[in-house]
T-cell receptor, first 109, second 113 residues
């Protein structure tokens, strides 16, 4: 079955510390992976996608097909990174996204 | 460009009433998606529509729920005879044809008393 797992509901780190939000997926094909973010009182928006292989707001994510993971990382957390983060999978690049339950990231001053 | 507009932002209904949620896609987007988010859960796909056409409604409950995207006007998600379990945030997203990058609305939060 196709599934996206974000094992941490809540992650709290201090400002300046490294951040890693975990995302594991279950899918046998060639999925496309995304990270979406929802800042307080704002709408859900795309943060990055694995095919872009770019860094957005200091965040990177590498698709590891062997471990079926797409963890989101940032070396030095900032207070404005506090938000809900959702990992999503698009099976074979079609339109239907499968979502993880989300991780709430809190950056402590 | 106002982005994806959803209204109402908050809707309170009593059990048995009808709820109608509206979504206007981003300018230039012809595809609309509805998602539901139950408390403590991730987003669950409900339905995918183009103008006057339902492409995929595999995520829609078989009863009481319907969606449309008419030639003119917003897309509407309709829930008849609401029950407490329908209480959730309903998100609409839109995209250009064939794209899997979605632009989301702010969501409509339905509370059923």
């Amino acid at each position: 079955a196709q599934r996206v797992t974000q094992p941490e509901k809540l992650l709290s780190v201090f400002k300046g510390a490294p951040v890693e939000l975990k995302c594991n997926y279950s899918y046998s094909g060639s999925p496309e992976l995304f990270w979406y973010v929802q800042y307080s009182r704002q709408r859900l928006q795309l943060l990055l996608r694995h095919i872009s292989r770019e860094s957005i707001k200091g965040f990177t994510a590498d698709l590891n097909k062997g471990e079926t993971s797409f963890h989101l990382k940032k070396p030095f957390a900032q207070e404005e990174d506090s938000a809900m983060y959702y990992c999503a999978l698009s099976p074979d690049s079609n339109y239907q996204l499968i979502w993880g339950a989300g991780t709430k990231l809190i950056i402590k001053p | 460009n106002a982005g994806v507009m959803q209204n109402p932002r908050h809707l309170v209904r009593r059990r048995g009433q009808e709820a109608r949620l509206r979504c206007s896609p981003m300018k230039g987007h012809s595809h609309v998606y509805w998602y539901r988010q139950l408390p403590e859960e991730g987003l669950k796909f409900m339905v995918y529509l183009q103008k006057e056409n339902i492409i995929d409604e595999s995520g829609m409950p078989k009863e009481r729920f319907s969606a449309e995207f008419p030639k003119e006007g917003p897309s509407i998600l309709r829930i008849q005879q609401v029950v407490r379990g329908d209480s959730a945030a309903y998100f609409c997203a839109s995209s250009q044809q064939g794209a899997n990058v979605l632009t989301f609305g702010a969501g409509s939060r339905l509370t059923v008393l």
